[in-house]
């Protein structure tokens, strides 16, 4: 059963604030700095930022989920607290995307390969259109880009794996669904979630105002479950305690 965070009691608290406005300059830069690194076939982006941008490019609750079971093998965790450990990273990312569709669907903010095709009807003249443009993974999922899937998802996971371990640091590696043979290793949870997260840059399918959106809503989501859902019995404990 999800937790519904998205509901009618906690859905303003945890609503991302609207998208820049096409005219603006913040939305001049993020559309200039996507339209420059997430071009396919690249123009400044280096070959390891095209590389991520197609490594992440698969279901990113699945890498998420991956990260998990690797650290829960190296901490030797019991089936009790493997049970708990994806219950609780699942049901927030559950959440997350309830969240994240609600307000994907309430602002529909147009996708970049949409935005920079179509730039001479936005009334910004600072951006400028490219008809032929395409992303670097050459596919957009059909659906409103603001705020960004990837960023909710990662910015939660590693908020759930961080109080789960309590901390940050582990050496890891990631595999790829979509690159078959490609790893990619990280020191911290946060690290992997940063990747993931300017992945979609590089991958063309994403502003940055997306993904700081994203990032701050996944926060809030992760912070909601882990605070009030599956908690460890000590702590309830000590909350019954306290009253």
Known sequence: MFSNIAGANTGAKLFPHPPPYMTSDAYTDVFNELKSLGIAGRTTATPDQALTGRFWNGAIQNYWNEIAQTTAVTHDLTTAQNARL?????????DDVIAFYDAKY????????TAVREAATDGNPK?????????EVGNTTPDPAYPGAHAVISASGASVLISFFRGNHLDFTVTSEVLPGVNRSFNSFSAAAEEATLSRIFAGVHFRSDLTAGQRLGRQVADFVVDNFLTPASEKHDSDDDR
Request: aromatic share 20%; proline share 15%; glycine share 0%.
């Open 106 to 113: 309430t602002y529909n903010f147009w996708r970049p390969v």
């Open 86 to 94: 994806f219950a609780l990273l699942n049901l927030t990312m559950a």
């Open 127 to 135: 951006t400028l259109p490219d008809p032929n443009w395409l992303p």
